[in-house]
């Protein structure tokens, strides 16, 4: 009877023990990983190594010449050799991760016929208008002629030249070596007119380090979809000034005809407006010489932000602004100068500040005061205006004067103010900005991800991810193709969608609930389950280790 | 950081002489108002207006030159295709019963209504991304504005201006009542002025002054209005107001008079150049109650009869573009000044200040026989910083008695008593003379009960889980996991065993 109470007992005992490990068990085989599994932040897996991949990227711009041979400008066994195509690449040194090279690939052909014809026209202009009907030449490619050493089509003293669209014209010459000094002239010039390293860097400004040219790099824009021009008249003095400026038919006449030029580098939306006791923020010095007025250099800076609360943010879209201010300054401190380093007036009475616009003050003509009483209307010459607006509009667009190659004629600039290469121009640079941009929002945003392990990646950021990682791929691949407009749309895409997916707001969900937090808050649950299984688990190992030492001692 | 770069001009070819066209009659005008109203309870109500018109069709793509017009609301007109926009910001609350009929009402808060026109294909996400741009104009919580705040009113807040069809598909309204009316709303609403605060009436709206009144409200409303008489075509018309009215008592210590230097602490000193009109009204109706009347000072060029609101009222009107009006003394500074018979009463008011001191009412006001005086206060009910709280803050919190002291006439005259003579408990008050005695009254201390806040919820919650889990889940284990046998009773008391001895020696089972 006692044997077998103890045997019921020892029963109950090894029941109690195995239920003691089966909810041990439970709870870490089950209970853990459900807890692990309902709590875990969602995280859509990402191409991390596509990505790091992407600061190793080699970007290869290929820029596809065609060079055309005429008749008698290289020696006759060497024009038996053409067609031919020559490549020839060249490492641009930047300081920058990427390594970028330029690959300029000449293909040389002989002259067609109505190309013979036109280029043994008078002068390159007629010739231009001739060449340019029959064909349509893609974004970034380019044609240079090769005319006959004694050809009168350019001034004697010249060896090539730049013409308004994708063409240039160079001289040849009957030389045993004339491809190769040929081609070097070819280069040289298809260097100006495309991709030289002071574009590319001042493309890449805010990607490299700092250095003494920086600022002067940073002057133009960063590339964006879009911009916004605007042009403001400040009057801030009513009562003596009623100015009025006819924008709308300048706008319409010089400004527009610009963009429209532009086009292919955004979208412009173009809008004016005058704003009235608009004051600027420094108090101008009195010259007693000139009895006028004058601002120093220093003192341009501090003129901006005072100014700029008037001007009013842009409701309407998210694009950066450039804004260009007409200043008519008040009676009391008229005629105001504006003084460059060595207190010389400037010429144009203007400024510029780098990615934000341009100033300028526009005098009263003296004589209007006497003429009548007060106030005194004028009317703004806006030929003068628009001349300073749109140079500075160029400077902003980081269009720069070419470094033309010696011995070389540069045509006058077609009647938009901007010629067709140096749109192509300025699409390389923001191609090459655009991707550098988009590698470096890509790569902060795994950096972050990678290091902060609560941010949820929702399944829409990843996808957008996913597209920008393609983008950049699509657009090196069409750079290296010589294929511009498409590289450039790409580029775009790429700088949106990585952008779009590095300021997605659902990253910030769950940023704010550090780990201590949501253990204070599991506590109260855990540590009422977690006693009970591990003591029972520890009298079960001690019991465990008992049994297995008595058997010994007995042996 | 400004590089000041000299330009060097290159020549554009085609900077040739454009023709100009001959300057045209201007296509936009600002007319300006303020109308001072003094209120039945003797607040003063000071109402602005600013009314910018422009001639020009908005909705047409390409018009983007600005001139009284605000770019900001111009751009959002085009952008958003709006046919109308109603925006007010509140704060307080405009008391019908004292302060008679407003002109224009606004709730508490933020209110925004507005129409689109009919072209517009998704009016929730315009409506959405309007109120956020709203919201970055005039720095206000606008944003807040989703769809659980969206209503479609179907039969109210049809078009104000212009309109040939009022399909309420294309209406939006939304009220944010928490919206804390400040200063950051009142500085965007003064940059859309074309004078900004610089001349004209807008020199007034000082923000410290504005906010420290018992009603503030400022808004922005567009429509489009007829052109003309036949209404060929239209025109756009923005109307800023702002209305606030000032406690008297706060701003002209007691009394009911005013000056424009006293409500606003500035005074008008030119006209703004670019406004066609720019006038000052001051309602100088004589209620005639109590006898009262009142002089403006300086006296108006001329006066304004109309019925408003139902009542026939009187305005005296002063217009800035008249140069009189401000040359003579190089500013303007209207005061009124309320003449009435003497009265002998008497109101000391201190109000209190958070956890310094407390209100103190002093009135002194000769009662007619037989009548029943009243005197009531309002008080808000407020949560206190959970330190202030007494142990027992459900007990309420005390409030002083209130002190009632009177003269009151005796009925009896008594001769006059030597005051060193007289007995004690006569002669604790002086009294003058012996026609009237002095006695001075306590009220019932008042026992108001503050919202109290629940103290221990959070540790109730956290008792509540560890005990719910602990009881569960603890019993739970320990009914799988122990083992439970009967206990045999143990061997007994000494007798027991002795007798068990006993039985062993004999060679008996034990017991």
Redesign the interface.
Known sequence: MAAA?AA??DL??V???R??LF?AAVAILLGLPLWWKTTETYRASLPYSQISGLNALQLRLMVPVTVVFTRESVPLDDQEKLPFTVVHEREIPLKYKMKIKCRFQKAYRRALDYEEEALSSGSVQEAEAMLDEPQEQAEGSLTVYVISEHSSLLPQDRMSYIGPKRTAVVRGMMHREAFNIIGRRIVQVAQAMSLTEDVLAAALADHLPEDKWS??KR?PLKSSLGYEI?FSLLNPD??SHDV?W??????R??VQ?FLNALSAAGNF??????L???MLGVNPRFDSASSSYYLD?HN??H??NPVE??L??????LYPVLNFLLYVPELAHSPLY?Q?KDGAP???N?????R?GGIMVYNVDSKAYNASAL?V?V?VD??RV???F???LR?LFGIA?PQVPPKCLLS??K?E?LMTWELDRLLWARSVENLATATTTLTSLAQLLGKISNIVIKDDVASEVYRAVAAIQKSAEELASGHLASAFVASQEAVTSSERAFFDPSLLHLLYFPDDQKFAIYI??F???AV??LL?LVKIFLETRKSWKKPEKTD | MAAATPLALFVLLLLGPGGWCLADPQRDSLREELVITPLPSGDVAATFQFRTRWDSELQREGVSHYRLFPKALGQLISKYSLRELHLSFTQGFWRTRYWGPPFLQAPSGAELWVWFQDTVTDVDKSWKELSNVLSGIFCASLNFIDSTNTVTPTASFKPLGLANDTDHYFLRYAVLPREVVCTENLTPWKKLLPCSSKAGLSVLLKADRLFHTSYHSQAVHIRPVCRNARCTSISWELRQTLSVVFDAFITGQGKKDWSLFRMFSRTLTEPCPLASESRVYVDITNYNQDNETLEVNPPPTTTYQDVILGTRKTYAIYDLLDTAIINNSRNLNIQLKWKRPPENGYIHYQPAQDRLQPHLLEMLIQLPANSVTKVSIQFERALLKWTEYTPDPNHGFYISPSVLSALVPSMVAAKPVDWEESPLFSSLFPVSDGSNYFVRLYTEPLLVNLPTPDFSMPYNVICLTCTVVAVCYGSFYNLLTRTFHIEEPRTGGLAKRLANLIRRIRGVPPL
């Open positions: 109470g019921a007992t109950e005992v029941r109690g023990k239920a003691a909810f600022a002067e002057r605007t009513p009562k009025h006819d924008i709308e038919g300048a706008v006449r010089y005809p939306s173009v809008d004016s407006q005058i009235y006791y608009a250099m341009l800076p003129v901006i609360s008037r009013g943010s842009s409701a309407a879209s504006i460059d400037v010429a144009t203007a400024f510029h500040s780098p934000w106030p209307r009317e806006m030929v628009m001349e300073v749109l140079a500075q400077l004067q006058g600039p009647s103010g109260p649950l540590l009422p389950m009970p299984i029972s």
